[in-house]
Antibody, heavy 120, light 110 residues
Framework: QVQLVESGGGVVQPGGSLRLSCVAS????????MYWVRQAPGKGLEWVAF????????YYADSAKGRFTISRDNSKNTLYLQMSSLRGDDAAVYYC?????????????WGKGTTVIVSS | QSVLTQPPSASGTPGQRVTISCSGS????????VNWYQQLPGTAPKLLIY???QRPSGVPDRFSGSKSGTSASLAISGLQSEDEADYYC???????????FGGGTKLTVL
């Protein structure tokens, strides 16, 4: 079955960096666009970044522009989110999510999430 | 402040019908489809309604969606205790070039 497994979360100091990974299985990863969506404690869902199936088109939320980079390795069925200059308001559960097609349409599958804590 | 506007809370008794609204603008709901997600406590979101009014397999027909202009709504009929969850609307925004979510509606079954 379709599965997305995130990893790489943890505790990081303000100003630090972290790389999240998401390993996909159960579908042809290279055929689908992917997303990172986050949820701060007790808050709602916030889209962070989007990448087309071939990795050519990438879009970012204003909160992520210039600090976060989304990428993918289709040969490894893996999605990444490189985060730098982390701030307290970046603390959240980060979800990897799959689109139902190669470009944006809608998220149809979510991972279980990985938690990022920003603290000194 | 979320781009899409939802009521923060809704409630109903078992068997009742409840609706949750989602208001947007011409750059999101007005020009793209609306999707709804259910998030049970402590779990990841799950797709509930896609393309305004379509249900994925496995979602009971008690759940229905509709869209008109720059607004959408989710209706849940025959309310059950297991429907107690947070519900989010979402759409693509052509101006922001990204997904926009509603702030979420916490549904309580009394």
């Amino acid at each position: 079955q379709v599965q997305l497994v995130e990893s790489g979360g943890g505790v990081v100091q303000p100003g630090g960096s972290l790389r999240l990974s998401c390993v996909a299985s159960g579908f042809t990863f290279s055929s689908y666009a992917m997303y990172w969506v986050r949820q701060a404690p007790g808050k709602g869902l916030e889209w962070v970044a989007f990448i087309r199936n071939d990795g050519i088109s990438k879009y970012y939320a204003d909160s992520a522009k210039g600090r976060f980079t989304i990428s993918r390795d289709n040969s490894k069925n893996t999605l990444y989110l490189q985060m730098s200059s982390l701030r307290g308001d970046d603390a959240a559960v980060y979800y990897c999510a799959k689109d139902r097609q190669y470009y944006y349409s809608y998220i149809d599958v979510w991972g279980k999430g990985t938690t990022v804590i920003v603290s000194s | 402040q979320s781009v899409l506007t939802q009521p923060p809370s809704a409630s109903g008794t078992p068997g009742q019908r409840v609706t949750i609204s989602c208001s947007g603008s011409s750059s999101n709901i007005g020009s793209n489809t609306v999707n709804w997600y259910q998030q049970l406590p402590g779990t990841a979101p799950k797709l509930l309604i896609y393309t305004n009014n379509q249900r994925p397999s496995g979602v009971p027909d008690r759940f229905s969606g509709s869209k008109s202009g720059t607004s959408a709504s989710l209706a849940i009929s025959g309310l059950q205790s297991e429907d107690e969850a947070d519900y989010y609307c979402a759409s693509w925004d052509d101006s922001l070039n990204g997904v926009v979510f509603g702030g979420g509606t916490k549904l309580t079954v009394l």
